[in-house]
């Protein structure tokens, strides 16, 4: 079993920055792929980046291409996702997930551990 507890979120300007990282506890969490989603009030769960288990394939939502950026450190059991030039659509609760390492998806539905989510402000 994977717990996962998350850190970083608050409130920010927009054009600011927040890193968010999420720690991971459990034997087997280098066997894992870890994303990203988010979910503002009154909307869906959306993906917004995922991870490979070994850190060398990514992937990412359109509209966080060239802003964000998802990394891990399996010595540490840490996941983090450095969110740069931040906008108020970005605003939503973040959580952090991990789902066995088959292929990268962005399917929520496929991942099987979740953390508790921090909240992300992006407001003037």
């Known amino acids: 079993q994977v717990q996962l507890v998350e850190s970083g979120g608050g409130l920010v300007q927009p054009g600011g920055s927040l890193r968010l990282s999420c720690a991971a506890s459990?034997?087997?969490?280098?066997?894992?792929?870890m994303g990203w989603f988010r979910q503002a009030p009154g909307k869906e769960r959306e993906f917004v980046a995922a991870i490979k288990w070994s850190g060398t394939r990514t992937m990412y939502a359109d509209d966080v291409k060239g802003r964000f950026t998802i990394s891990r450190d399996n010595t540490k059991n840490t996941v983090n996702l450095q969110m740069n030039s931040l906008k108020p659509e970005d605003t939503a609760v973040y959580y952090c997930?991990?789902?066995?390492?088959?292929?990268?998806?962005?399917?929520?539905?496929?991942?099987?551990?979740w953390g508790q989510g921090t909240q992300v402000t992006v407001s003037s």
């Open positions: 997930a991990a789902e066995r390492d088959v292929v990268l998806t962005s399917n929520p539905l496929k991942y099987d551990y």
């Open positions: 459990g034997r087997t969490f280098s066997s894992y792929a």
